[in-house]
């Protein structure tokens, strides 16, 4: 299973950026996905989760209402699409994915990640 994030850049404080990342090697639409975020000196973070419908979805608080995650299973690609950015978003946001089917939050139900796109955000 390989997957490929990109989507990552450098913004100014309030911009907005839409993550991607396109699967392969299994069947995408059975799973559930997610996007977890490492800023520089921290331990890695979940940040949103998707079912495998989309029609499920959690968030991290700090980016409740400013990011949201959706699916595109005809494409294998899960996005994240990333608004009202601030300083403290700047991270190597890493998609994963899970052996469930359902949204989950924790780091040791996904088996597999990718490489990870970074996102900086300039005050």
């Known amino acids: 299973v390989q997957l490929q994030a990109s989507g990552g850049g450098l913004m100014q404080a309030g911009g907005s950026l839409r993550l991607s990342c396109v699967v392969s090697g299994r069947t995408f639409s059975n799973f559930g996905m997610g996007w977890f975020r490492q800023a520089p000196g921290k331990e890695r973070e979940f940040v949103a989760a998707?079912?495998?419908?989309?029609?499920?979805?959690l968030y991290a608080d700090s980016v409740k209402g400013r990011f949201t995650i959706s699916r595109d299973n005809a494409k294998n690609t899960v996005f994240l699409q990333v608004n009202s950015l601030k300083p403290e978003d700047t991270a190597r946001y890493y998609c994963?994915?899970?052996?469930?089917?359902?949204?989950?939050?924790?780091?040791?139900?996904?088996?597999?990640w990718g490489q990870g796109t970074l996102v900086t955000v300039s005050s």
């Open positions: 994963a994915a899970p052996h469930t089917a359902g949204a989950a939050t924790r780091s040791e139900v996904f088996s597999y």
């Open positions: 998707i079912n495998w419908s989309g029609g499920s979805t």
